[in-house]
């Protein structure tokens, strides 16, 4: 197999160098027809007129074999270097000297510049300050992880920690890294292999998880620079933990607000990322986006911006019922009395005795 590449190499490589030497030789052919048919009108010129004429043509042919002169501009060199002699002398007498001379001089002075270049080229040596690079890295580090009971988990040998199922561990983490605009986000995993996402988080930031492991075993915690996973739906969103104080017989009593009236218990809050929905917020926290509209005292659920800091109800939460407000009672005042000046209309008389006796007759 080795042997079949290197024949395909050697025939390619003869292929390549074929083609210049071709064109070589097709223009030395080209090169030496013309030369011939230049120096036999010169040796058939019937006046010195002509004669010169050809003798100036088979200069220019000459000429051209100096790199970058052609026949655009070989009559600017020409009349450069022969001029002069044509003048003075007319004579049939020219011999290959002459002709070659500036043409082998034009080729020596380019060669030497192409090859001073060449030169430079290569051995040029640029000089810059010398540059530090740093790879962009992300990490996270486990701040503590602590038991639903207030016992800190202390790591084992290997940095995990070994975690029981079925318990709800509050995690502290924060990240670190070299790209600030750039964010990533902690794996959790087993030695079985299940994997737990958290949300995204730049560096410099800490968040406070709550995981409740499915089997009990030993769970490492690792950065991951990037976004999550494509199709990842649910992953730890970021809470504040909130430790209430255990009476003595083992309960935990409900807290109150100054107005005496206990309030109902809390299970942290979530702060609103971009793109987030109040569905998804709702199912990653196992409840409805009903609970959490009427928590938070959202009107319109669609209404929810980046930065929003949602308070997550608890699962016993009922959603109040509401009333149909009442319509307000518009009392009626009464007029108000304006006064007028009193009629000048005569007071009627006073009734006569006889017709006091009539009206109470029956």
Same mark, same amino acid.
């Given at each position: 197999?080795?042997?079949?590449?290197?024949?395909?190499?050697?025939?390619?490589? $003869?292929?390549?160098?074929?083609?210049?030497?071709?064109?070589?030789?097709?223009?030395?052919?080209?090169? $030496? $027809?013309?030369?011939?048919?230049?120096?036999?009108?010169? @040796?058939?010129?019937?006046?010195?007129?002509?004669?010169?004429?050809?003798?100036?043509?088979?200069?220019?042919?000459?000429?051209?074999?100096? #790199?970058?002169?052609?026949?655009?501009? &070989?009559?600017?060199?020409?009349?450069?270097?022969?001029?002069?002699?044509?003048?003075?002398?007319?004579?049939?007498?020219?011999?290959?000297?002459?002709?070659?001379?500036?043409?082998?001089?034009?080729?020596?002075?380019?060669? %030497?510049?192409?090859?001073?270049?060449?030169?430079?080229?290569?051995?040029?040596?640029?000089?810059?300050?010398?540059?530090?690079?740093?790879?962009?890295?992300?990490?996270?580090? &486990?701040?503590?992880? *602590?038991?639903?009971?207030?016992?800190?988990?202390?790591?084992?040998?290997?940095?995990?920690?070994?975690?029981?199922?079925?318990?709800?561990?509050?995690?502290?983490?924060?990240?670190?890294?070299? %790209?600030?605009?750039?964010?990533?986000?902690?794996?959790?995993?087993?030695?079985?292999?299940?994997?737990?996402?958290?949300?995204?988080?730049? #560096?410099?930031?800490?968040?406070?998880?709550?995981?409740?492991?499915?089997?009990?075993?030993?769970?490492?915690?690792?950065? &991951?620079?990037?976004?999550? #996973? *494509?199709?990842?739906?649910?992953?730890?969103? +970021?809470?504040?933990?909130?430790? @209430?104080?255990?009476?003595?017989?083992?309960?935990?009593?409900?807290?109150?607000?100054?107005?005496?009236?206990?309030?109902?218990?809390?299970?942290?809050?979530? *702060?609103?990322?971009?793109?987030?929905?109040?569905?998804?917020?709702?199912?990653?926290? +196992?409840?409805?986006?009903?609970?959490?509209?009427?928590?938070?005292?959202?009107? @319109?659920?669609?209404?929810?911006?980046?930065?929003?800091?949602?308070?997550?109800? #608890?699962?016993?939460?009922?959603?109040?019922?509401?009333?149909?407000?009442?319509?307000?009672? &518009?009392?009626?005042?009464?007029?108000?009395?304006?006064?007028?000046?009193?009629?000048?209309?005569?007071?009627?008389?006073?009734?006569?005795?006889?017709?006091?006796?009539?009206?109470?007759?029956?």
């Amino acid at each position: 197999m080795y042997g079949d590449l290197i024949i395909i190499l050697l025939v390619i490589a $003869a292929a390549i160098l074929t083609l210049p030497i071709a064109k070589l030789a097709s223009f030395c052919r080209g090169f $030496a $027809a013309h030369t011939r048919y230049i120096c036999r009108e010169m @040796d058939h010129a019937d006046s010195y007129e002509e004669y010169r004429k050809w003798r100036g043509e088979l200069r220019c042919h000459y000429l051209c074999l100096i #790199p970058f002169v052609n026949g655009r501009n &070989v009559m600017r060199l020409y009349n450069r270097i022969y001029h002069r002699a044509d003048k003075v002398k007319k004579e049939r007498k020219d011999s290959l000297v002459p002709l070659l001379l500036p043409s082998i001089l034009g080729i020596f002075i380019c060669t %030497v510049c192409v090859c001073g270049m060449t030169w430079a080229w290569y051995t040029a040596s640029v000089e810059t300050p010398t540059q530090k690079l740093t790879s962009a890295c992300y990490e996270v580090t &486990v701040e503590s992880v *602590t038991g639903a009971d207030g016992t800190e988990i202390s790591p084992i040998e290997n940095g995990s920690y070994s975690l029981a199922q079925g318990n709800t561990y509050t995690v502290i983490l924060t990240a670190s890294g070299t %790209v600030k605009e750039c964010g990533g986000y902690c794996l959790i995993q087993n030695d079985a292999g299940d994997k737990t996402y958290t949300q995204t988080f730049k #560096p410099g930031e800490s968040i406070t998880v709550q995981f409740k492991p499915n089997t009990s075993g030993s769970y490492t915690f690792s950065g &991951v620079w990037g976004s999550l #996973p *494509t199709g990842t739906a649910e992953y730890l969103h +970021h809470t504040d933990a909130v430790t @209430d104080p255990v009476s003595d017989n083992g309960d935990t009593p409900a807290q109150s607000d100054p107005t005496g009236q206990p309030s109902e218990p809390t299970t942290g809050t979530y *702060t609103v990322q971009s793109g987030d929905t109040l569905s998804a917020i709702a199912e990653s926290f +196992h409840t409805t986006a009903d609970k959490i509209a009427a928590y938070n005292g959202i009107k @319109d659920k669609g209404d929810i911006k980046a930065g929003q800091v949602l308070r997550i109800p #608890p699962e016993d939460y009922v959603i109040p019922e509401t009333t149909a407000p009442q319509e307000p009672i &518009v009392s009626e005042e009464p007029a108000p009395i304006i006064a007028t000046a009193p009629s000048q209309e005569p007071s009627p008389e006073p009734p006569s005795d006889s017709q006091s006796e009539r009206e109470i007759r029956p």
